[in-house]
């Protein structure tokens, strides 16, 4: 089975300070993983993943994640927040030998103040 | 824009009543999935199809079905609605059925169930 937890409903960060969005999973195999961000009324938009190699990920908008095997951790950074990147974001998972459908974590609110 | 469209953007019905919600995927993608997301259960996936085929389900009512035409756009079908359904409703292609792909999300269809 696959599952993943964002255990921040809601983080708060000033804008040009470095921010952190933690993300942790667990499955049977080798894991697949993906941070999406959701403006406003708006869909999912996809940010980074990881499926193998190089344990940090570089994705739009300045995202990076680093992906802990040992933590089994994906927490998603940038060195400097915008107030623009103030959003929902969502971590998902899939086990490479599981099912078809990524898991998706309840999302965690990043609100970045100026 | 994800290259992702659904209509309509919102609906408002009431009890009772039946809707079908209407997805187009991104050019070349072979795979759909249908979402609802609401604020107590999250993003919650309903069902996949892939190349006309349904390929996964999930938390689908039994009051809701989807199909996949030859076209590749995708219905969702909710009949005998109920206050609870009241949701925004996504839907996501990606280019394989299973595979480590990200999905690209449409900006949501909003339905309100008076």
Known sequence: AQSVAQPEDQVNVAEGNPLTVKCTYSVSGNPYLFWYVQYPNRGLQFLLKY????????????????????QTSFHLKKPSALV???????????????????????????IVHP | DSGVTQTPKHLITAT????????????GD??????????????QFLIQYYNGEERAKGNILERFSAQQFPDLHSELNLSSLELGDSALYFCASSALAGDYNEQFFGPGTRLTVL
């Open chain 2, 16 to 27: 009772g009543q039946r809707v079908t919600l209407r997805c187009s995927p991104r050019s």
């Open chain 1, 51 to 70: 499926i193998t190699g190089d344990n940090l990920v570089k994705g739009s908008y300045g995202f990076e994640a680093e992906f802990n095997k040992s």
């Open chain 1, 84 to 110: 623009s990147d103030s959003a929902l974001y969502f971590c998902a998972v899939r086990d490479e030998g599981g099912s078809y459908i990524p898991t998706f974590g309840r999302g965690t609110s990043l």
């Open chain 2, 30 to 43: 072979l795979s759909v999935y249908w979402y609802q997301q609401s604020l107590d259960q999250g993003l």
